[in-house]
Protein backbone atom coordinates (compact mmCIF):
# COMPACT_ATOMS: atom_id res chain seq x y z
CA UNK A 1 0.00 0.00 0.00
CA UNK A 2 3.03 2.59 0.32
CA UNK A 3 2.77 3.13 -3.98
CA UNK A 4 -1.24 4.19 -3.19
CA UNK A 5 -0.10 6.00 -0.26
CA UNK A 6 2.88 8.03 -2.03
CA UNK A 7 0.95 8.97 -5.02
CA UNK A 8 -2.73 9.53 -3.97
CA UNK A 9 -1.52 11.31 -0.61
CA UNK A 10 2.06 12.75 -1.33
CA UNK A 11 1.74 13.50 -5.15
CA UNK A 12 4.72 11.69 -6.06
CA UNK A 13 4.99 10.20 -9.50
CA UNK A 14 4.61 6.75 -10.90
CA UNK A 15 8.52 6.81 -11.96
CA UNK A 16 8.95 8.74 -8.70
CA UNK A 17 7.22 5.57 -6.99
CA UNK A 18 8.67 3.03 -9.28
CA UNK A 19 12.49 4.92 -8.57
CA UNK A 20 11.90 3.75 -4.72
CA UNK A 21 10.87 0.43 -5.24
CA UNK A 22 13.34 -0.12 -7.77
CA UNK A 23 16.32 0.30 -5.16
CA UNK A 24 14.66 -1.33 -2.61
CA UNK A 25 14.29 -4.84 -4.69
CA UNK A 26 17.93 -4.19 -5.78
CA UNK A 27 18.63 -4.05 -2.47
CA UNK A 28 16.91 -7.01 -1.43
CA UNK A 29 18.55 -8.90 -4.66
CA UNK A 30 22.32 -7.93 -3.42
CA UNK A 31 21.47 -9.11 0.03
CA UNK A 32 19.15 -12.10 -0.18
CA UNK A 33 21.87 -14.74 -1.20
CA UNK A 34 24.13 -13.20 1.94
CA UNK A 35 21.63 -13.74 4.24
CA UNK A 36 20.65 -17.32 2.95
CA UNK A 37 24.31 -18.30 3.52
CA UNK A 38 24.42 -16.72 6.54
CA UNK A 39 20.87 -18.90 7.90
CA UNK A 40 22.58 -21.91 6.77
CA UNK A 41 25.63 -21.31 9.40
CA UNK A 42 23.62 -19.52 12.12
CA UNK A 43 22.48 -20.92 15.57
CA UNK A 44 20.64 -17.51 16.54
CA UNK A 45 17.71 -18.06 13.52
CA UNK A 46 15.25 -16.56 15.81
CA UNK A 47 16.96 -13.69 16.93
CA UNK A 48 17.99 -12.66 13.26
CA UNK A 49 14.53 -13.14 12.27
CA UNK A 50 13.24 -10.73 15.10
CA UNK A 51 15.69 -7.81 14.11
CA UNK A 52 14.52 -8.21 10.62
CA UNK A 53 11.14 -7.95 11.42
CA UNK A 54 11.80 -4.78 13.76
CA UNK A 55 13.70 -2.96 11.45
CA UNK A 56 11.72 -3.50 8.29
CA UNK A 57 8.46 -2.00 10.97
CA UNK A 58 11.22 0.95 11.64
CA UNK A 59 11.70 2.05 8.26
CA UNK A 60 7.99 1.61 7.11
CA UNK A 61 6.88 3.54 9.57
CA UNK A 62 9.44 6.10 8.41
CA UNK A 63 8.48 6.33 5.30
CA UNK A 64 4.92 6.96 6.42
CA UNK A 65 6.06 9.82 8.72
CA UNK A 66 8.83 11.17 6.68
CA UNK A 67 7.87 11.11 3.12
CA UNK A 68 7.58 15.03 1.59
CA UNK A 69 4.84 15.89 -1.14
CA UNK A 70 5.85 15.53 -4.49
CA UNK A 71 9.22 14.12 -3.26
CA UNK A 72 10.93 16.78 -1.77
CA UNK A 73 13.29 14.46 0.19
CA UNK A 74 13.12 11.40 -2.47
CA UNK A 75 16.97 11.20 -1.83
CA UNK A 76 15.97 10.23 1.54
CA UNK A 77 13.38 8.16 0.65
CA UNK A 78 15.83 6.17 -1.38
CA UNK A 79 18.08 5.77 1.10
CA UNK A 80 15.21 4.58 3.10
CA UNK A 81 14.21 2.00 1.00
CA UNK A 82 18.16 0.59 -0.05
CA UNK A 83 18.13 -0.02 4.00
CA UNK A 84 14.84 -1.82 3.94
CA UNK A 85 15.27 -3.51 1.17
CA UNK A 86 18.47 -5.30 2.74
CA UNK A 87 16.92 -5.81 6.06
CA UNK A 88 13.84 -7.56 4.51
CA UNK A 89 16.04 -10.14 2.75
CA UNK A 90 16.71 -11.70 5.78
CA UNK A 91 13.02 -12.82 5.97
CA UNK A 92 12.72 -15.48 3.53
CA UNK A 93 15.67 -17.64 4.45
CA UNK A 94 15.36 -16.96 8.32
CA UNK A 95 11.32 -18.13 8.40
CA UNK A 96 11.81 -20.68 6.13
CA UNK A 97 14.64 -22.72 7.38
CA UNK A 98 13.31 -22.44 11.17
CA UNK A 99 10.29 -24.08 9.70
CA UNK A 100 12.60 -26.64 8.14
CA UNK A 101 14.48 -26.69 11.11
CA UNK A 102 11.20 -27.92 13.49
CA UNK A 103 10.11 -30.68 10.76
CA UNK A 104 12.30 -31.19 8.05
CA UNK A 105 12.26 -31.69 3.90
CA UNK A 106 9.81 -34.08 5.10
CA UNK A 107 7.07 -31.99 6.55
CA UNK A 108 7.93 -28.74 4.72
CA UNK A 109 5.22 -29.43 2.32
CA UNK A 110 2.46 -29.21 4.81
CA UNK A 111 4.18 -26.40 7.40
CA UNK A 112 4.84 -24.34 4.23
CA UNK A 113 1.19 -24.66 3.28
CA UNK A 114 -0.28 -23.77 6.83
CA UNK A 115 2.46 -20.79 6.97
CA UNK A 116 1.39 -19.43 3.77
CA UNK A 117 -2.30 -19.83 4.61
CA UNK A 118 -1.31 -17.76 7.71
CA UNK A 119 0.95 -14.97 6.24
CA UNK A 120 -2.14 -14.63 3.65
CA UNK A 121 -4.69 -14.30 6.13
CA UNK A 122 -2.72 -11.92 8.92
CA UNK A 123 -1.76 -9.33 5.39
CA UNK A 124 -5.89 -9.68 4.45
CA UNK A 125 -6.63 -8.66 7.96
CA UNK A 126 -4.10 -6.41 8.78
CA UNK A 127 -4.89 -4.69 5.55
CA UNK A 128 -8.03 -4.34 5.80
CA UNK A 129 -7.49 -2.41 8.99
CA UNK A 130 -5.38 0.12 7.42
CA UNK A 131 -7.59 0.36 4.33
CA UNK A 132 -10.58 1.24 7.13
CA UNK A 133 -8.21 3.71 9.06
CA UNK A 134 -7.17 5.18 5.84
CA UNK A 135 -10.89 5.39 4.51
CA UNK A 136 -11.75 7.23 7.50
CA UNK A 137 -8.98 9.68 7.50
CA UNK A 138 -8.55 10.56 4.36
CA UNK A 139 -6.99 12.33 2.86
CA UNK A 140 -4.56 11.99 5.66
CA UNK A 141 -3.85 8.57 5.56
CA UNK A 142 -0.35 8.04 6.80
CA UNK A 143 -2.00 6.99 9.99
CA UNK A 144 -2.73 3.29 8.26
CA UNK A 145 0.57 2.14 8.69
CA UNK A 146 -0.08 1.93 12.46
CA UNK A 147 -0.65 -1.65 11.44
CA UNK A 148 2.99 -2.15 10.96
CA UNK A 149 4.01 -1.97 14.20
CA UNK A 150 1.09 -3.96 15.80
CA UNK A 151 1.92 -7.02 13.16
CA UNK A 152 5.61 -6.45 14.40
CA UNK A 153 4.95 -6.80 18.03
CA UNK A 154 3.04 -10.10 17.47
CA UNK A 155 5.66 -11.41 15.14
CA UNK A 156 7.77 -10.82 18.12
CA UNK A 157 6.28 -12.43 20.89
CA UNK A 158 4.68 -15.73 18.89
CA UNK A 159 8.91 -15.98 17.90
CA UNK A 160 9.55 -16.10 21.43
CA UNK A 161 7.14 -18.86 21.90
CA UNK A 162 9.82 -21.24 19.94
CA UNK A 163 12.91 -22.17 21.67
CA UNK A 164 15.77 -22.21 20.24
CA UNK A 165 16.92 -26.10 20.78
CA UNK A 166 13.19 -26.92 18.87
CA UNK A 167 15.45 -26.23 15.81
CA UNK A 168 17.54 -29.00 14.21
CA UNK A 169 20.04 -26.63 12.22
CA UNK A 170 20.99 -29.62 9.92
CA UNK A 171 17.96 -30.34 8.89
CA UNK A 172 17.05 -26.56 8.55
CA UNK A 173 20.57 -26.46 5.89
CA UNK A 174 18.67 -29.28 4.40
CA UNK A 175 21.79 -32.07 5.36
CA UNK A 176 19.07 -34.60 6.49
CA UNK A 177 15.91 -35.20 5.82
CA UNK A 178 14.19 -35.13 9.44
CA UNK A 179 14.64 -33.05 11.81
CA UNK A 180 15.17 -34.62 15.43
CA UNK A 181 16.43 -32.01 17.25
CA UNK A 182 16.47 -33.87 20.53
CA UNK A 183 17.50 -37.11 19.28
CA UNK A 184 21.33 -37.47 18.26
CA UNK A 185 20.73 -41.18 17.21
CA UNK A 186 20.63 -42.61 13.69
CA UNK A 187 16.96 -42.71 12.83
CA UNK A 188 16.13 -46.41 11.54
CA UNK A 189 14.89 -47.09 7.96
CA UNK A 190 10.91 -47.95 7.23
CA UNK A 191 9.59 -51.27 7.67
CA UNK A 192 7.31 -50.51 4.98
CA UNK A 193 7.49 -50.60 0.79
CA UNK A 194 9.55 -47.68 0.95
CA UNK A 195 13.14 -48.08 2.34
CA UNK A 196 14.10 -44.84 3.74
CA UNK A 197 17.72 -44.01 4.10
CA UNK A 198 19.60 -43.88 7.47
CA UNK A 199 19.97 -40.82 8.53
CA UNK A 200 22.10 -39.24 11.20
CA UNK A 201 20.88 -36.36 12.80
CA UNK A 202 23.71 -34.83 14.96
CA UNK A 203 22.62 -33.12 18.39
CA UNK A 204 23.57 -29.32 18.74
CA UNK A 205 27.34 -29.82 19.64
CA UNK A 206 27.39 -31.22 15.81
CA UNK A 207 26.01 -28.23 14.25
CA UNK A 208 28.81 -26.39 12.39
CA UNK A 209 27.88 -22.77 13.01
CA UNK A 210 30.91 -20.87 11.88
CA UNK A 211 30.69 -19.34 8.37
CA UNK A 212 32.94 -21.09 5.54
CA UNK A 213 34.61 -19.06 2.83
CA UNK A 214 35.51 -22.09 0.96
CA UNK A 215 33.13 -21.60 -1.77
CA UNK A 216 34.93 -23.83 -4.44
CA UNK A 217 35.14 -27.19 -2.35
CA UNK A 218 38.67 -27.14 -2.11
CA UNK A 219 40.44 -29.76 0.39
CA UNK A 220 39.69 -28.80 3.67
CA UNK A 221 35.85 -28.08 2.83
CA UNK A 222 34.12 -26.91 6.40
CA UNK A 223 31.92 -29.23 6.82
CA UNK A 224 34.26 -31.82 6.70
CA UNK A 225 35.38 -29.92 10.51
CA UNK A 226 32.46 -31.55 12.06
CA UNK A 227 32.96 -35.47 11.34
CA UNK A 228 29.52 -36.73 12.60
CA UNK A 229 27.73 -33.90 10.31
CA UNK A 230 26.94 -35.01 6.74
CA UNK A 231 29.54 -32.79 4.02
CA UNK A 232 27.57 -29.64 2.32
CA UNK A 233 27.94 -28.50 -0.96
CA UNK A 234 30.16 -25.79 -2.41
CA UNK A 235 28.02 -22.66 -3.04
CA UNK A 236 30.07 -23.39 -6.55
CA UNK A 237 28.26 -27.25 -6.75
CA UNK A 238 25.12 -25.65 -5.88
CA UNK A 239 25.21 -22.62 -8.28
CA UNK A 240 26.28 -25.95 -10.80
CA UNK A 241 22.87 -27.03 -11.03
CA UNK A 242 21.30 -26.97 -14.22
CA UNK A 243 16.92 -27.46 -12.62
CA UNK A 244 18.34 -24.38 -10.15
CA UNK A 245 19.68 -22.34 -12.83
CA UNK A 246 16.51 -22.87 -14.90
CA UNK A 247 14.04 -22.41 -11.83
CA UNK A 248 15.79 -19.33 -11.24
CA UNK A 249 15.37 -17.79 -14.71
CA UNK A 250 11.76 -18.60 -14.31
CA UNK A 251 11.50 -17.06 -11.00
CA UNK A 252 13.18 -13.80 -12.47
CA UNK A 253 10.47 -13.68 -15.70
CA UNK A 254 7.42 -14.48 -13.30
CA UNK A 255 8.10 -11.62 -11.11
CA UNK A 256 9.53 -9.01 -13.88
CA UNK A 257 6.01 -9.66 -15.37
CA UNK A 258 3.69 -9.98 -12.18
CA UNK A 259 5.27 -7.85 -9.88
CA UNK A 260 4.17 -4.59 -11.10
CA UNK A 261 0.49 -5.52 -12.13
CA UNK A 262 -0.60 -5.30 -8.48
CA UNK A 263 0.55 -1.65 -7.87
CA UNK A 264 -0.82 -0.67 -11.36
CA UNK A 265 -4.43 -2.14 -10.68
CA UNK A 266 -4.20 -0.60 -7.15
CA UNK A 267 -3.37 2.91 -8.82
CA UNK A 268 -5.65 2.60 -11.51
CA UNK A 269 -8.86 2.21 -9.07
CA UNK A 270 -7.34 4.70 -6.43
CA UNK A 271 -6.19 7.70 -8.88
CA UNK A 272 -9.10 10.04 -9.51
CA UNK A 273 -11.51 8.19 -6.92
CA UNK A 274 -10.76 10.06 -4.04
CA UNK A 275 -11.98 8.63 -0.64
CA UNK A 276 -13.49 5.55 -2.34
CA UNK A 277 -10.41 4.79 -4.95
CA UNK A 278 -8.43 3.70 -1.38
CA UNK A 279 -10.66 2.12 0.01
CA UNK A 280 -10.63 -0.22 -3.71
CA UNK A 281 -7.26 0.10 -3.77
CA UNK A 282 -7.07 -2.11 -0.24
CA UNK A 283 -10.04 -4.25 -1.51
CA UNK A 284 -7.03 -5.12 -4.24
CA UNK A 285 -4.63 -6.55 -1.57
CA UNK A 286 -7.56 -8.20 0.61
CA UNK A 287 -9.54 -9.94 -2.29
CA UNK A 288 -6.52 -11.92 -3.36
CA UNK A 289 -4.78 -12.71 0.01
CA UNK A 290 -8.00 -14.18 0.65
CA UNK A 291 -7.59 -16.17 -2.52
CA UNK A 292 -4.48 -17.01 -1.97
CA UNK A 293 -5.03 -18.92 1.76
CA UNK A 294 -7.05 -21.45 -0.37
CA UNK A 295 -4.15 -21.82 -3.07
CA UNK A 296 -1.68 -22.65 -0.33
CA UNK A 297 -4.13 -24.76 1.28
CA UNK A 298 -4.93 -26.83 -2.13
CA UNK A 299 -0.69 -26.59 -3.03
CA UNK A 300 -0.15 -28.12 0.46
CA UNK A 301 -2.83 -30.93 -0.42
CA UNK A 302 -2.41 -31.92 -3.83
CA UNK A 303 1.33 -31.31 -4.65
CA UNK A 304 2.25 -34.36 -3.06
CA UNK A 305 -0.62 -36.62 -5.03
CA UNK A 306 -0.30 -34.65 -9.11
CA UNK A 307 3.18 -33.53 -7.97
CA UNK A 308 4.51 -29.73 -8.14
CA UNK A 309 4.35 -29.00 -12.06
CA UNK A 310 1.13 -29.18 -12.69
CA UNK A 311 -0.05 -26.90 -9.72
CA UNK A 312 3.33 -24.62 -10.51
CA UNK A 313 1.93 -24.07 -14.29
CA UNK A 314 -1.07 -23.42 -13.27
CA UNK A 315 -0.49 -20.08 -11.17
CA UNK A 316 2.09 -19.12 -13.47
CA UNK A 317 -0.51 -19.14 -16.44
CA UNK A 318 -3.21 -16.87 -14.68
CA UNK A 319 -1.07 -14.03 -15.13
CA UNK A 320 -0.99 -13.50 -18.59
CA UNK A 321 -5.24 -14.20 -18.56
CA UNK A 322 -5.44 -11.49 -15.61
CA UNK A 323 -3.21 -9.69 -18.15
CA UNK A 324 -5.44 -9.64 -20.71
CA UNK A 325 -9.09 -9.33 -18.81
CA UNK A 326 -7.41 -6.11 -17.41
CA UNK A 327 -6.36 -4.85 -20.76
CA UNK A 328 -10.04 -5.41 -21.92
CA UNK A 329 -11.87 -3.67 -18.88
CA UNK A 330 -9.50 -0.56 -18.74
CA UNK A 331 -10.62 -0.61 -22.50
CA UNK A 332 -14.11 -0.60 -21.22
CA UNK A 333 -13.52 2.09 -18.86
CA UNK A 334 -11.60 4.61 -20.53
CA UNK A 335 -14.32 4.47 -23.46
CA UNK A 336 -17.69 4.33 -21.29
CA UNK A 337 -16.38 6.50 -17.87
CA UNK A 338 -15.41 5.01 -14.77
CA UNK A 339 -18.39 3.65 -12.57
CA UNK A 340 -18.63 1.39 -9.65
CA UNK A 341 -19.39 -1.69 -11.99
CA UNK A 342 -16.48 -1.67 -14.08
CA UNK A 343 -14.10 -0.75 -10.88
CA UNK A 344 -15.72 -3.46 -9.30
CA UNK A 345 -14.75 -5.93 -12.39
CA UNK A 346 -11.40 -4.42 -12.21
CA UNK A 347 -11.33 -5.32 -8.50
CA UNK A 348 -12.44 -9.55 -9.48
CA UNK A 349 -9.30 -9.69 -11.48
CA UNK A 350 -7.54 -10.13 -8.19
CA UNK A 351 -8.60 -13.33 -7.56
CA UNK A 352 -6.22 -15.17 -10.67
CA UNK A 353 -3.61 -13.06 -8.53
CA UNK A 354 -4.39 -14.47 -5.59
CA UNK A 355 -4.41 -18.16 -7.58
CA UNK A 356 -0.89 -16.90 -9.14
CA UNK A 357 0.91 -15.62 -7.03
CA UNK A 358 -1.06 -17.85 -3.90
CA UNK A 359 0.32 -20.86 -5.63
CA UNK A 360 4.10 -19.60 -6.59
CA UNK A 361 4.10 -17.95 -3.55
CA UNK A 362 4.09 -21.56 -1.40
CA UNK A 363 5.20 -23.70 -4.71
CA UNK A 364 7.89 -21.66 -5.06
CA UNK A 365 9.44 -22.78 -1.47
CA UNK A 366 8.69 -26.64 -2.06
CA UNK A 367 10.38 -26.38 -5.41
CA UNK A 368 13.60 -24.98 -3.67
CA UNK A 369 13.60 -27.54 -1.12
CA UNK A 370 13.37 -30.37 -3.48
CA UNK A 371 16.57 -28.78 -5.15
CA UNK A 372 18.35 -28.24 -2.23
CA UNK A 373 17.37 -31.84 -0.47
CA UNK A 374 21.08 -33.17 0.77
CA UNK A 375 23.14 -30.21 -0.38
CA UNK A 376 23.45 -28.93 3.09
CA UNK A 377 22.20 -25.36 1.06
CA UNK A 378 19.25 -24.99 1.57
CA UNK A 379 18.83 -21.01 2.86
CA UNK A 380 21.78 -20.24 0.22
CA UNK A 381 19.69 -22.05 -2.51
CA UNK A 382 16.41 -20.08 -1.20
CA UNK A 383 18.24 -16.75 -0.95
CA UNK A 384 19.30 -17.29 -4.60
CA UNK A 385 15.70 -18.35 -5.90
CA UNK A 386 14.09 -15.39 -3.60
CA UNK A 387 17.17 -12.67 -5.26
CA UNK A 388 16.00 -13.66 -8.59
CA UNK A 389 12.32 -12.71 -7.22
CA UNK A 390 13.85 -9.39 -6.36
CA UNK A 391 15.60 -8.48 -9.43
CA UNK A 392 12.50 -9.55 -11.26
CA UNK A 393 9.89 -7.43 -9.28
CA UNK A 394 12.49 -4.52 -9.09
CA UNK A 395 12.89 -4.13 -12.78
CA UNK A 396 8.90 -4.57 -13.18
CA UNK A 397 8.25 -2.13 -10.55
CA UNK A 398 10.29 0.47 -13.24
CA UNK A 399 9.18 -1.00 -16.20
CA UNK A 400 5.63 -1.38 -15.58
CA UNK A 401 4.98 2.63 -13.92
CA UNK A 402 7.12 3.66 -16.80
CA UNK A 403 4.95 2.38 -19.61
CA UNK A 404 2.01 3.51 -17.31
CA UNK A 405 3.49 6.77 -17.40
CA UNK A 406 4.45 6.87 -21.20
CA UNK A 407 1.75 4.52 -22.58
CA UNK A 408 -1.29 4.06 -20.26
CA UNK A 409 -2.42 1.24 -18.25
CA UNK A 410 -4.01 -0.43 -21.02
CA UNK A 411 -0.76 -0.42 -23.42
CA UNK A 412 1.30 -1.84 -20.04
CA UNK A 413 -1.08 -4.32 -19.15
CA UNK A 414 -0.51 -5.72 -22.84
CA UNK A 415 3.04 -6.05 -22.83
CA UNK A 416 3.00 -7.16 -19.32
CA UNK A 417 0.79 -10.02 -20.28
CA UNK A 418 3.01 -11.16 -22.89
CA UNK A 419 5.94 -11.12 -21.02
CA UNK A 420 3.98 -13.55 -18.63
CA UNK A 421 3.83 -16.33 -21.56
CA UNK A 422 7.59 -16.31 -21.13
CA UNK A 423 8.35 -18.49 -17.68
CA UNK A 424 5.14 -20.28 -18.50
CA UNK A 425 6.29 -21.70 -21.20
CA UNK A 426 9.90 -22.44 -20.06
CA UNK A 427 8.45 -24.62 -16.87
CA UNK A 428 6.09 -26.29 -18.72
CA UNK A 429 8.83 -27.35 -21.78
CA UNK A 430 12.04 -28.00 -19.75
CA UNK A 431 11.69 -27.84 -16.08
CA UNK A 432 10.87 -31.58 -14.63
CA UNK A 433 9.17 -32.81 -12.10
CA UNK A 434 11.07 -31.98 -8.80
CA UNK A 435 8.69 -34.23 -6.07
CA UNK A 436 10.80 -35.87 -4.42
CA UNK A 437 10.17 -39.65 -3.90
CA UNK A 438 10.35 -39.32 0.30
CA UNK A 439 7.70 -36.66 -0.03
CA UNK A 440 5.34 -38.81 -1.81
CA UNK A 441 6.09 -42.06 -0.10
CA UNK A 442 5.69 -40.15 3.95
CA UNK A 443 1.98 -38.99 2.59
CA UNK A 444 1.37 -42.98 2.36
CA UNK A 445 3.34 -44.87 4.92
CA UNK A 446 2.96 -44.43 8.38
CA UNK A 447 6.13 -46.06 8.89
CA UNK A 448 7.77 -42.72 7.82
CA UNK A 449 6.16 -40.50 10.05
CA UNK A 450 7.93 -39.90 13.60
CA UNK A 451 5.14 -37.82 14.90
CA UNK A 452 4.58 -34.11 13.96
CA UNK A 453 7.68 -32.45 14.96
CA UNK A 454 5.80 -29.25 15.54
CA UNK A 455 3.89 -31.26 18.65
CA UNK A 456 7.30 -31.62 20.02
CA UNK A 457 7.30 -28.08 20.87
CA UNK A 458 3.79 -27.48 22.03
CA UNK A 459 2.15 -29.94 24.12
CA UNK A 460 3.19 -31.61 27.03
CA UNK A 461 4.30 -30.98 30.75
CA UNK A 462 4.50 -27.48 32.23
CA UNK A 463 8.11 -26.85 31.28
CA UNK A 464 6.77 -26.65 27.58
CA UNK A 465 3.68 -25.52 27.73
CA UNK A 466 5.12 -21.97 26.31
CA UNK A 467 6.86 -23.71 23.19
CA UNK A 468 3.66 -23.10 20.89
CA UNK A 469 4.78 -22.75 17.82
CA UNK A 470 3.06 -20.53 15.18
CA UNK A 471 3.14 -19.49 11.28
CA UNK A 472 4.44 -15.90 11.69
CA UNK A 473 2.65 -12.61 9.41
CA UNK A 474 6.02 -10.69 7.32
CA UNK A 475 4.26 -9.85 4.46
CA UNK A 476 1.80 -7.69 6.59
CA UNK A 477 4.29 -5.40 8.42
CA UNK A 478 5.37 -4.25 5.19
CA UNK A 479 2.06 -3.26 3.64
Known sequence: MQSAFLISSKGYSEKQVGILFFVFGMSQFLFQAPAGYLMDYTDRKISWLGVA??????FTVIT?????DEGGNI???ILIKFLQGGITAMIPPGLNSITQGIVGSVGMTSQVSMNEMMNHLGTSILVLTGSLIAYAKYPDIGVLFIVSPIACAGVIFFLNRIH???IDHN???GLVLEASPDNPEILPPSSGNYAAPEIRVPGKKGVQTMPSFNFWGAKGDDSSVVTAT?????PLQVLREPRLLLFTAICFLFHTANGCVLPLVMQSLAIGNGRSGILLSGCCIILAQLCMVASAKICGQYSVVYGRKVLFLTGLFTVPVRCLILCILVSLRDDAGSSLFLNGLILSTQILDGVGAGVFGTMYILVTSDLSGGTGRFS????ITTAAMSIGGTVSGYLGEALAEDLGYK???IILGIMACVPAILYLMFMPETLPAYTNQSTKDPHMSHGNPMDRIDEGSEETDQRQPTSTNYVGMMA
Do not use: I, N
Not at 64 to 68: K, P, R, V
Not at 230 to 234: E, G, Q, R, S
Open 53 to 58: AVLTTL
Open 64 to 68: ATTAE
Open 75 to 77: GFM
Open 164 to 166: PED
Open 171 to 173: AAR
Open 230 to 234: PKADT
Open 380 to 383: LTLG
Open 411 to 413: SAF
